[in-house]
């Protein structure tokens, strides 16, 4: 059995904020006489929360992890219905449920994170066969104490120091941690499958391809409204701007400050035509908002679909280009690069680098 300071060493060891959970469940396990520990995350989409289980594992074996880009948000249970999940968020406490008496097994459940200033909301939930005595307590106390250290230190090196938003770095490490690996594995099982011989009157059957979007937003007339209200007045507006973000998209839509008035959203969404009624959401928010000392304000988005052979920089050119559009025929419109294409507006393969993005 592994001891508390191995434990330590696997979580300190991280440099990404998505795996955390899941090392957390296994040192729980590991170092505990529990049955089962799952992490809960809150999620919102339209402001309505839900719990995302992000971690579930056995002390016997087996478990999951979730990929919180590609969750289903209306299978999520209501955050109201479950009451004691929802008792150990508001109070940012412990809650000890016994549920076949006093003696018996029971359910712990531990806010993730203790600063209630955080807008991340979660818990750790135990299962086990009795009470856990104060020295198993402490323990739990102990590896959460390193857990959210280490989130918070992740988060920071992550996160756009103005708005909070995740910054450059960090949709690289995702994009090549997660998007592309995931692509590719898409890809290779596409051709096997293409290539696998298939008996007559048998269907062929192709996993279905990770569809993952990268848009990307910018403020129209920024330097306009920098020129003629000042920087403090340009910095509050992009504060907005990121709130607005913040209110508009999933809470696991990864929403990005690529710097100055360019933000970017990474998503993940079965259709062309659900993104773009996220990012109309989000055009139609900005138009009705009212700034303080500015008034209205609009912006253009342009988004594309990723692709195994992109990287960060090509994606990003082709949502620019599509932004780029938006503002030379009209501004405060949103555009698919792939559709634009399409009609003709652009070749089907723009040359990398004709774009200064930062």
């Known amino acids: 059995m592994a001891t508390l300071i191995e434990h330590i060493l696997k979580l300190t060891d991280h440099r990404d904020r998505d795996h955390l959970e899941l090392t957390l469940s296994k040192a729980l396990i590991d170092l505990l006489p529990v049955d089962r520990v799952v992490m809960a995350r809150v999620v919102s989409e339209d402001g309505i929360r839900r719990w995302l289980e992000i971690a579930s594992l056995d002390a016997r074996g087996g478990g999951k992890l979730v990929d919180p880009l590609r969750v289903d948000f209306d299978t999520l249970r209501p955050i109201e219905d479950h009451k004691d999940r929802h008792q150990c968020v508001l109070t940012r406490d412990r809650v000890e449920v016994a549920w076949a008496g006093e003696e018996g097994p029971r359910i712990t459940y531990m806010p993730l994170f203790a600063d209630s200033r955080n807008d991340d909301e979660g818990v750790v939930e135990v299962h086990s066969g009795a009470a856990l005595n104060s020295e198993q307590q402490q323990v739990i106390g102990v590896v959460l104490h390193v857990f959210r250290n280490m989130y918070n230190l992740l988060a ?10 995740l910054n450059r770095k960090a949709l690289d490490d995702t994009f090549y941690s997660a998007v592309l690996e995931e692509l590719d594995e898409g890809a290779q099982a596409r051709t096997k499958a293409l290539e696998a011989s298939v008996e007559p009157g048998h269907e062929r059957r192709h996993r279905v391809p990770p569809n993952y979007w990268l848009g990307t937003v910018s ?5 306009q409204i920098n020129d003629k209200h000042g920087h403090l007045i340009a910095e509050e ?3 907005l701007v990121a709130r607005i973000m913040n209110n508009t998209f999933r809470t696991y839509d990864r929403i990005y400050r690529l710097g100055g008035d360019q933000f970017a959203v990474l998503m993940h969404c079965p259709d062309e035509a659900l993104v773009l009624a996220a990012f109309e959401r989000f055009r139609a928010n900005m ?3 009212n700034f303080p000392q500015v008034g209205q304000i609009t912006a253009c988005a342009g988004f594309t679909r990723v692709t195994a052979d992109d990287s960060p920089d090509t994606t990003l050119e082709r949502a620019e280009r599509a ?3 938006g503002q030379h025929n009209g501004r405060n419109k949103v555009f698919s690069h792939g559709d634009l294409v399409r009609k003709g507006f652009f070749a089907d393969a723009p040359k990398v680098g004709a774009v200064d993005l930062f």
């Not at 920071?156 to 938003?165: I, K, P, Q």
């Open 156 to 165: 920071y090196s992550d996160r756009d120091a103005l708005t909070g938003l």
């Open 287 to 289: 138009e009705k908002f």
């Open 237 to 239: 507006v992009l504060l």
């Open 219 to 223: 403020v129209d007339n920024f330097g």
């Open 323 to 325: 932004v780029d559009h």
